[in-house]
């Protein structure tokens, strides 16, 4: 090999190191590891939002409000029941899930899968109550 294509392909093998590493930062900048808070909810029910919202993108008169709001309060209590039968359903489906994973792990699996299971139940209870943890540190 004469010195001329060994320096190019030293050359070419740091320029792709380098290229490597430029793509590595804008990607991890890009892309966190850690997910971005959430913006906290409105405050209100969800027809009084959308009330309220209507009521100025719509122009909508004192009258037509009036008549509105009824509709819309009925859609929410709609939803809100659609909303608890599908979480019923989903905890039902997970407790099934657990109950079938269980015999077939060992101990410390088991051991594992429960602190798991606790863990998820409180980002639940917490992001039920508002609060959130703490954000990771930035790098």
């Known amino acids: 090999m004469n010195p001329l294509s060994r ?27 850690t997910p971005a808070p959430r ?10 939002r959308i009330l309220k919202r209507w009521t100025t993108d719509l122009h909508l008169k004192p009258e037509q409000v009036v008549q509105i709001e009824p509709i ?5 209590t709609e939803v809100s029941g659609i909303h608890q039968e599908t979480e019923r ?24 899968l429960d602190e798991l299971r606790k ?10 109550h508002g609060t959130n943890a703490p954000a990771a540190p930035a790098r």
């Open 89 to 112: 359903r989903m905890k039902a489906s997970f407790e099934r899930m657990h109950q079938q994973v269980t015999p077939l792990l060992d101990q410390e699996q088991r051991r594992l």
């Open 39 to 48: 913006h906290p909810r409105p405050t209100g029910s969800m027809s009084e």
């Open 72 to 76: 819309l309060k009925a859609s929410e």
């Open 119 to 128: 863990k998820m139940d409180r980002r639940k209870t917490d992001r039920s």
């Open 7 to 33: 320096n190019a392909i030293i050359g070419y093998l740091a320029a792709t190191f380098v290229a490597g590493a430029v793509a590595g930062v804008f990607g991890a900048r890009a892309f966190p590891a």
